[in-house]
Structure formats: structure tokens, C-alpha cells
DNA sequence: TTAGTTGCAAACGCTTTGCCGAAAA
DNA sequence: TTTTCGGCAAAGCGTTTGCAACTAA
């Protein structure tokens, strides 16, 4: 059995993870680390950006099988993708749990969870056109 | 203007595609095409899978950031996904046009369509459990 | 002390692309 | 004939991994 280590590095990561809105990638993260961590390497953010998922401190945001993102809150909520400028947001609105009752019909299989993500064009993005 | 070719290759791929209930990996659909164009490349598979997809004959399926899957259904619908097999399933059911109103709030932001996908264990899986 | 972690660099897996000859229209 | 397309092989890109040194507990 493996217990998990608070590093600097993990520590870090977590950190800059939690304190933006922003969803940003591993390569975006790493930067931000080596503001604080010079000699950081990608490798590391990968490796921890895994770790504090299966931990469940953070979740993986897979917007069409482009780069993965990340996210600081690990509740489940759902994302908005701005399709030009490329920006994912989170949405308020609360998760429906209703959809996997819905879909699930005569018991042939067992949903426990799903993912729901908008496509659109956000606010800033409406003013300019 | 570029128009479209519809070459031995192009018209292979879409039909293997339309006849399949399954929602096969471009490698997947690579081999089921050397069984009638044994000289096929993999990059033509890739091309032509683009292709039809910007065509609209077509459509990717994107899950958790894996290998991508290709649907020859091109209507808007559902797939559930099993965690334990991996295999992708089309589920019944109407799309939910009334998410994208219900997450538009105050019109902050204009949302054009929603990806949902379902996780769970399907049928098959439940059984051998 | 010792198991987990890091930095580094190489490897990996999927997908795209440049080139040039082939073949639709 | 014109222009798109295919085969091939190399490159691209995000992510993972093997290894030896390091460090949190």
C-alpha cells in the first residue's frame, strides 16, 4: 500500500490549481510552478496533476479529445466551452441526476455518473462580433 | 472552392462505417478497410474520416480524452460508455434540447448544442458480476 | 531508514503532414 | 487536363515512463 507524500512540488500544483478560475493545462501549470519552483519538470506536473486526481482533489476536464485541462474543485459540475476564443468556464446550475435515471431504461445496463458539456460562444466573445 | 472526391478509399470507410452498430477507432476501421483495399494507408483512413466528418456524413466520438471513435450516425444522440468492457453503446432517447435553455442563464452567454455521455456498466458486464 | 518522489530525457500512442505519383471528374 | 487524393514515411504533440539521485515522514 502506498501512502501519498506532500511535496513542494505536489503542494504547489495544488495550490495554483485551487486558487484560479481558469482551467488550465499541465503545460499552463507547469509555468505557473516554476514561478515558485525553478528546476520543476513537466514530468512532475503530469505525475501529480494523476496523483491529486485519483485522490480526488481535482478533476481532469476532457473538452473533444483536445489537451486535457484541470480543475481545483472536484465537485461535479459542468463546463462551458467558448468555441472562439477556445475559454472553458464553469456553469452554475446544479448537476442532473435525473439524466441517469432517464437514460437507464429496463435496467439493461447501470449508469452511476455522466458528463454534460455546452458548446457555444461566451459573453465577451458576443460583444466583439 | 474544393469539392469532394468520392473515391474507392472515401466510399469504403463510410460504408464500413454505416454498417457497423459498433463505433470503431480509425485503426480499428484501418484494418476492416485492408480487407478490400490491402495496399490502404492509415493516414488515408485519418484523412477520410475528417473529411466526412467536416462533411457531416460522420461524426467523432470523443471519451475521456481516449483514442477517438467514429459514428456513422451523424443525428445529435447519447452514447453510454461501460468501465468495465470500454465499449461504447448508443443509447435510446431524445436529446434534451431544453439543456441548453436551462444552462443559457441571463443570457451571458449563447449555447449552441452539449456533448453528454454516460458512464456505468452495461448489460453485458452485469451479468459475468 | 526507506519508500515515495523528482529531474531528466527518451519513449509512446495517436494523429497529422509533406512529397510526388495516381486517378477522379 | 486539372485538381483532388492516396501511399509512404517522417514529424508532431501531449503524455507517460525508466532510471538514479533525492527527500519527506
Redo the contacts with the bound molecule.
Sequence with gaps: ??????????KTVLEKLKNTRSHP???ELYWEVRKE?P??????I???L??LTELGEIQEININ?K??RYDGNPEKHYHFFCQDCGRVYDLDGDYQKDLDKKFEKNNQHKITHHFLDFYGTCRNCLKDS
Excluded: D, E, F, P
Design positions: 500500500m502506498s501512502s501519498k507524500r506532500m511535496t513542494k512540488q505536489r493545462t499541465a503545460s519552483i528546476q520543476v519538470s513537466l514530468g512532475t503530469y505525475r501529480n494523476n496523483v479529445n489537451v486535457k
